[in-house]
Nanobody
Framework: QVQLVESGGGSVQAGGSLRLSCVAS????????????MAWFRQAPGKEREGVAG???????YYADFVKGRFTISQDMAKNTVYLQMNSLTLEDTAMYYC???????????????????WGQGTQVTVSS
């Protein structure tokens, strides 16, 4: 079974930056990690889960409107690692951030969280003034 582990969260002042990492490991049931579509989601208390960014093996990258120009998703396939570089952080970015993965053929949209079966435990990002 695929296991995802996030790291890199913490507390930062508004305007600062953080880089989140997600490392995948374990059995892939016949798939290589290059066949997985990856995404970052976040959820704040009292709010719905939001898709933040997605990355497909084709190289296509997807971003929610509220992070365009500030966040960048990337990956190092050799290390089975996906990153989320977050710049110009604001108070509204405070949330628990989750990494998600799924074989690409099972997805029709990068930000449809219910279609992802592999999730990390999350890493907390707290932005203060």
């Amino acid at each position: 079974q695929v296991q995802l582990v996030e790291s890199g969260g913490g507390s930062v002042q508004a305007g600062g930056s953080l880089r989140l990492s997600c490392v995948a490991s374990g059995s892939t049931a016949g798939f290589t990690y290059s066949q997985y579509c990856m995404a970052w989601f976040r959820q704040a208390p009292g709010k719905e889960r939001e898709g933040v960014a997605g990355l497909y093996p084709t190289g296509s990258r997807y971003y929610a409107d509220f992070v365009k120009g500030r966040f960048t998703i990337s990956q190092d396939m050799a290390k089975n690692t996906v990153y989320l570089q977050m710049n110009s952080l604001t108070l509204e970015d405070t949330a628990m951030y989750y990494c998600a993965a799924e074989p690409c053929w099972l997805l029709t949209s990068w930000d449809l969280g219910s279609r992802y079966n592999y999730w990390g435990q999350g890493t907390q990002v707290t932005v203060s003034s």
